[in-house]
């Protein structure tokens, strides 16, 4: 069983063992994350979780509007079903300066550093980053 969604963003299917499957497409006219599914065959294959960190580099004025660059991207790669969510890391206080941390997922490692490459604070080499898959061992997330 197989269903598509008016927005043609994401697939739902049964597995043979009756599970539910979910892979999402890219719209590559409303967004530049044609990343998200690198050939025909990831597009049919669980979307895997990845895992952002990154640290500011350079001085918060330089990175601010950089900063609110991001903020849109990741909002309108939302807007356009991809689940991915962005924030800081704060310290014991709450106060900011530990860094960022991005949640996505993808097709394979590639398409996430791929997309990961499209951030704003990437290309404007405001941050130094590390990008790791994350496997669920015990829960899962959804992101909304």
Avoid at 30 to 56: D, G, H, I, L
Avoid at 77 to 102: E, F, H, Q, W
Wanted: include cysteine; glycine fraction near 6%.
């Amino acid at each position: 069983v197989s269903l598509d969604h008016t927005s043609n963003l994401s697939t739902a299917s049964l597995s043979k063992t009756g599970a539910l499957r979910q892979t999402y497409r890219p719209l590559t006219s409303r967004c530049s994350a044609a990343t998200w599914a690198t050939s025909a065959e990831n597009q049919e294959a669980p979307m895997k979780w990845y895992v952002k960190t990154e640290t500011f580099c350079k001085p918060y004025p330089v990175v601010k509007p950089h900063l609110d660059e991001h903020r849109q991207w990741v909002e309108k790669l939302r807007s356009n079903g991809y689940p991915i969510t962005s924030g800081y890391r704060v310290d014991a206080d709450g106060k900011p300066g530990g860094g960022g941390l991005m949640v996505f997922k993808a097709a394979d490692h590639a398409a996430a550093d791929k997309l990961v490459r499209e951030d704003p604070l990437i290309l404007n080499k405001c941050v130094e980053w590390q990008l790791n898959g994350w496997i669920a061992e015990v829960g899962n997330i959804e992101l909304r």
